[in-house]
T-cell receptor, first 110, second 114 residues
Framework: QKEVEQNSGPLSVPEGAIASLNCTYS??????FFWYRQYSGKSPELIMS????GDKEDGRFTAQLNKASQYVSLLIRDSQPSDSATYLC??????????FGAGTRLTVKP | DGGITQSPKYLFRKEGQNVTLSCEQN?????MYWYRQDPGQGLRLIYY???????QKGDIAEGYSVSREKKESFPLTVTSAQKNPTAFYLC?????????????FGPGTRLTVL
């Protein structure tokens, strides 16, 4: 079983819609969770960190964490074409062991 | 400006050659990492270092070597023993925030074996 799993997509949403990206992880002791955005040909950029169960909002982005279900998600409200990218879910197993999912490719159509 | 720099941006290697990828950071981060990314796959950890003069192997260290002589620098050498080195190489650094290990990435080096 992969440690961090994401739907590879592509996920296509119209401009202005809500994009919902999902991630599951296998290690129950994980405490730190991250979402990175990666544009084609570029390096990953950290956009959200979440450590506690519940929701964390930052602008148009909301991260949701459910440790009991081993599930973390990212919602992007009012999606824009500039949000089109691959989104990587990352889980910290311990201080220096970060596991990445393969990413979900999101396309926002004008 | 604080940040992480990697050079070169593109690198071409002939089979049998060793090449060294540079990574420098001026964020005063203690930990540094090297990842490899292949198309359609997640990032895989090659090596990481928590302090100067110390480093640990990641999941795919075979065919790679590193050094950490200065806090700011963590170069990666891709040796001829690495059988499939064509990939996108990413360097990252982090500071432990007390709650988690937020890693920040450099712009990457794309290595192609000719």
């Amino acid at each position: 079983q992969k440690e961090v799993e994401q739907n590879s997509g592509p996920l296509s949403v119209p401009e202005g819609a809500i994009a919902s990206l999902n991630c599951t992880y296998s290690d129950r002791v994980s405490q730190s969770f991250f979402w990175y955005r990666q544009y084609s040909g570029k390096s990953p950029e950290l956009i959200m960190s979440i450590y506690s169960n519940g929701d964390k909002e930052d602008g148009r982005f909301t991260a949701q964490l459910n440790k009991a279900s081993q599930y973390v998600s990212l919602l992007i409200r009012d999606s824009q074409p500039s949000d089109s990218a691959t989104y990587l879910c990352a889980v910290n197993l311990d201080n220096n062991d970060m596991r990445f999912g393969a990413g979900t490719r999101l396309t926002v159509k004008p | 400006d604080g940040g992480i720099t990697q050079s070169p941006k593109y690198l071409f290697r002939k089979e049998g050659q060793n090449v060294t990828l540079s990574c420098e950071q001026n964020l005063n981060h203690d930990a540094m990492y090297w990842y490899r990314q292949d198309p359609g796959q997640g990032l895989r950890l090659i090596y990481y270092s928590q302090i100067v003069n110390d480093f640990q192997k990641g999941d795919i260290a075979e065919g790679y070597s590193v050094s950490r002589e200065k806090k700011e620098s963590f170069p990666l050498t891709v040796t001829s023993a690495q059988k499939n080195p064509t990939a996108f190489y990413l360097c990252a650094s982090s500071i432990y925030s007390g709650r988690g290990n937020e890693q920040f990435f450099g712009p990457g080096t794309r290595l192609t074996v000719l």
